[in-house]
């Protein structure tokens, strides 16, 4: 069963202050199989965080399809989902979607612990102490199990990103998308997040993550996708990608960063 499957999606911004629109999406196609790692790699501008915000439906698409666990939830032309489904139902879905993005964007006034059992108490419905026993089950799979009653201004950048990892996780997703999860931090933090993204990739989980880390696409990812310019060039594994890209683009894009 694919996890994540997108057929032909096209976005595009309109433009503000007298510039023309611009297409952010062209024809991208993939398909995500369960417990796969997929890293998505390419120059700023490529289109990888949009391509990502539409899976969880943080942006809309123009034309296209999205599946998730084969479940075809947009089928759009020109704006308009033919789907015909009811918002409970899609949102039950992606709620399998979890994800990380380059900020942390936790909650100041709540700690460490009350960060992770907000959305299961609130979405998921789960009672209090129950949420709570997960949230601590969870920040010591992340390596904070000291951190309970720590609030945000009081950890770390790589310490807000693993709570804010955590977080996603009490959600139990079955699928994880990961926004550049590293580019706001210092580099000596980034080794612990992508630590745990190892974890979380040995253990099974399915992930899709938009990174400038080389290095971790290198031995984590099985399949690595170069976007540039809103498509996608080229979709090999590690070691084909890094040692013998078969694009030209895609050497250029490698000989820039490596």
Request: proline fraction near 5%.
């Amino acid at each position: 069963m694919s996890m994540v499957k997108t057929v032909e999606i096209c976005k595009t911004f309109q433009g503000s202050q007298g510039r023309g629109p611009l297409e952010v999406l062209k024809d991208v196609s993939l398909t995500v199989e369960q417990k796969e790692v997929v890293c998505i790699i390419g120059p700023s501008g490529a289109g990888k965080s949009t391509y990502l915000r539409t899976l969880n439906r943080l942006e809309s698409i123009d034309d296209g399809q999205i599946y998730i666990e084969d479940h075809l939830l947009f089928d759009c032309h020109r704006g308009v989902n033919s789907v015909k489904m009811p918002n409970e139902e899609r949102a039950k879905i992606l709620l399998e979607v979890g994800m990380v993005f380059q900020r942390f964007n936790l909650f100041p006034h709540k700690t460490a612990l009350e960060n992770v059992m907000l959305a299961p108490v609130n979405v998921r419905k789960l009672p209090h102490e129950e949420a709570r026993e997960k949230a601590k089950s969870i920040l010591e799979r992340v390596g904070l199990g000291d951190k309970f009653d720590v609030f945000p201004a009081q950890l770390s950048g790589g310490q807000q990103q693993r709570v804010a990892i955590a977080r996603s996780l009490a959600m139990e997703p079955r699928i994880m998308l990961f926004d550049e999860p590293t580019s706001s931090l210092d580099p000596e933090l980034v080794g612990e997040v992508l630590a745990v993204m190892k974890q979380l990739a040995n253990a099974g989980m399915t992930m899709l993550v938009v990174s400038h880390e080389m290095g971790f696409a290198r031995e984590v990812a099985d399949r690595v996708v170069f976007m540039f310019e809103g498509k996608i060039l080229e979709i090999a594994p590690p070691d084909v990608m890094f040692n013998n890209p078969a694009n030209d683009r895609t050497r250029q894009f490698l000989q820039s960063v490596l």
